[in-house]
């Protein structure tokens, strides 16, 4: 039922009650009380959504150990469900798909826009979630920044943490750059990848120094670009010509190399790569994940940028930190044929691994796991 | 197709591609390069979503020239469509519902949230709608602020919205309390309200002074208030106990009566007349939109609070500007109703009206009305 119908519903049956007439009340269904994404007590979750009508219902998400897409049963009331194996308390994300089409979970507000749609994600609450929770600590403030790029003559935006008692701290703040992956765009991170509630929890802790986290939107461009090299994407314009000038305009924000971070995961990690490699002058560390140049890429990097990978600036970042999803990281190759690169052109990188795939919950724990390292 | 499995499959198939295997392609639908929302040159809209499987999909929205969901037409390759008639260029909401089950469009990323789900929207382009677009003019920023309530024992949060150039200001500014209705919550101004483009385009026309504009979330307790006094309901005590004093403590606003305004529609209406009759010290400008309270909520106005309607301090305020969505309004006749109770007890205000019913249409340009009249 559509929202703005919600309150003409709740109006009419009011003003209907008022007048003694019979408010229009549409029929009862079993989705009016029905619970999409119900943890059970031995942490299995059931995954339920009504359509009596539907022939075919499929979900996936990276709960699922594999990437493949799991067939749901429908019951005599024409609600079809599927019961997960147990999971660790975390934050997921997952899409119903009913009779070929992508459908929303028409129970579940929680939502991670993309750069092509919408999937749904839910928290499964527990200990090992609560990095990643909604705490009684105290909180930063997530802006939405608008401006108008003239690198690519169109309206964009970026997102912009800053961090609890940012108005009455005294004096500039370092910055951390917080790329999405190909898939998704500048509100994933604090969206799905509750990149402000970690921060706010890693605070409260006495675990990280306060930064302002920037998140920028990673398709300038009309394509997915992964060269090496920062002349083909406009991105890196954008970033360098736009974005850190006016975060250095609207926020008290240091802007020396090493007061500034560069994370990006997956395409957002190539991104990281080439500010390492072809810009190292303008990053203290910088933090690809769950990325690595495609083999093309790696022959094109050794042929063509030889000087670069040979540039001294690179050791001095000081930290350049390669984290992997683990072996079912779809980049995982990619990975190590980089760290092979490196190594022979004397690159030095520290290794990390989330062993959780090519998904937002390794992303997630490398933020968690990384934050604590910058600018101390 | 999942956002995770785009960048996976992305990656799969450039993987493939270098190993000379055949990737992985999913059969192309007539989903791929569906348009749901085609505005055609007559200003006609054509609506479509692909559903080869379903045996009804309906269609409504606030376009509509009345209230009723619209049945759709499948064609021969499973898309079905509506044409509209011709709309004037504005920003309109809308949902399908796929055999019963309320279904977002899979084509468009751009989503009301709202306190029981979301809505799809889309903008008309075109003069008449440039008021509400985003421009190529200063933006303000738009913040989301988490805090833990004591009022309701839960974290909660509003958005906050500061004018362009806020950053470089001297001085403190004047704060508007725009408050949503009860269907939505406290994103649904500055998504489908617009509400942030909309001051930025009257700031750039020099018809708005600068001002910091909060949106709260309109239910801080469990029920859908809407009785007369502000004892029952949470809500006003959340607002005057913790979002004022955090909005003056993380902002540079002023705080007194003649440079604070508050304007609300529907259930926020209903609180915004709550706040004029029985907080009138703390404003110096109302604006309730299309509301009115129910009849019983009138004679129980009058029954109890009659000393209340003769509090001098309500004909103290500069502004209290009563707006209607014209007679399909279907809070019009509560409207007409308060107008009357308020009449008798001499209290004063302004009437004005936007004939497009009880519906955002109306609200944005509310808006867009009332904003350069305050503080001036």
Not at 86 to 100: I, K, L, Q, R, W
Not at 102 to 108: H, I, R, S
Not at 151 to 159: P, Y
Request: aromatic residues 14%; positive net charge.
């Amino acid at each position: 039922m559509k929202k703005i119908n919600l309150v003409l519903f709740f109006l009419a049956a009011l003003v209907a009650f008022v007048v003694n007439a019979q408010p229009p009340r549409p029929a009862p269904t079993p989705n009016d009380t029905l619970n999409s994404t119900k943890v059970l007590k031995d942490g299995r979750v059931m995954f339920s959504i009504y359509a009596p009508k539907a022939s075919q219902v499929t979900l996936s998400g990276d709960f699922l150990k594999e990437y493949k897409p799991i067939q749901l049963v429908k019951n005599d009331i024409g609600v079809w469900s599927y019961t997960s194996d147990a999971v660790t308390p975390d934050v997921y994300s997952y899409d119903f798909v009913v009779d070929g089409v992508k459908t929303l979970d028409p129970k579940n507000v929680l939502l991670k826009e993309g750069e092509n749609g919408y999937s749904n994600y839910f928290e499964v609450s527990g200990p090992e979630s609560a990095y990643a929770s909604i705490q009684n600590v105290p909180h930063g403030n997530l802006q939405k920044v608008w401006f108008f790029s003239k690198v690519t003559g169109k309206m964009t935006r970026f997102h912009v943490y800053t961090p609890p008692g940012y108005e009455k701290m005294k004096g500039k703040l370092p910055v951390l750059y917080l790329q999405h992956g190909g898939g998704d765009n500048d509100a994933s991170w604090s969206t799905v990848g509750r990149a402000n509630f970690i921060m706010d929890n890693l605070y409260a802790a006495r675990k990280a120094v306060p930064m302002i986290v920037v998140m920028p939107m990673g398709h300038p461009g009309a394509g997915f670009f992964m060269n090496p090299g920062i002349d083909e994407d406009p991105y890196y314009k954008q970033m360098f010509d736009e974005i850190m000038p006016l975060v250095a305009e609207k926020f008290r924000a240091l802007t020396d190399r090493y007061h500034t971070a560069y994370a990006g995961l997956s395409m957002g990690g190539l991104q990281a790569m080439n500010m390492a490699l072809f810009s190292p002058q303008r990053f203290g560390y910088v933090l690809p994940l769950s990325t690595g140049y495609f083999p093309p890429q790696i022959k094109l990097l050794e042929e063509k940028y030889a000087d670069a990978l040979r540039n001294p600036e690179i050791n001095k970042l000081k930290l350049f930190w390669i984290c992997m999803g683990g072996q079912k990281d779809i980049a995982y190759q990619n990975g190590l044929n980089c760290n092979a690169l490196f190594d022979k052109f004397g690159i030095k990188y520290e290794k990390a691994n989330y062993d959780a795939g090519h998904t937002f919950i390794t992303w997630r724990h490398n933020l968690e796991e990384f934050a604590p390292k910058l600018f101390k």
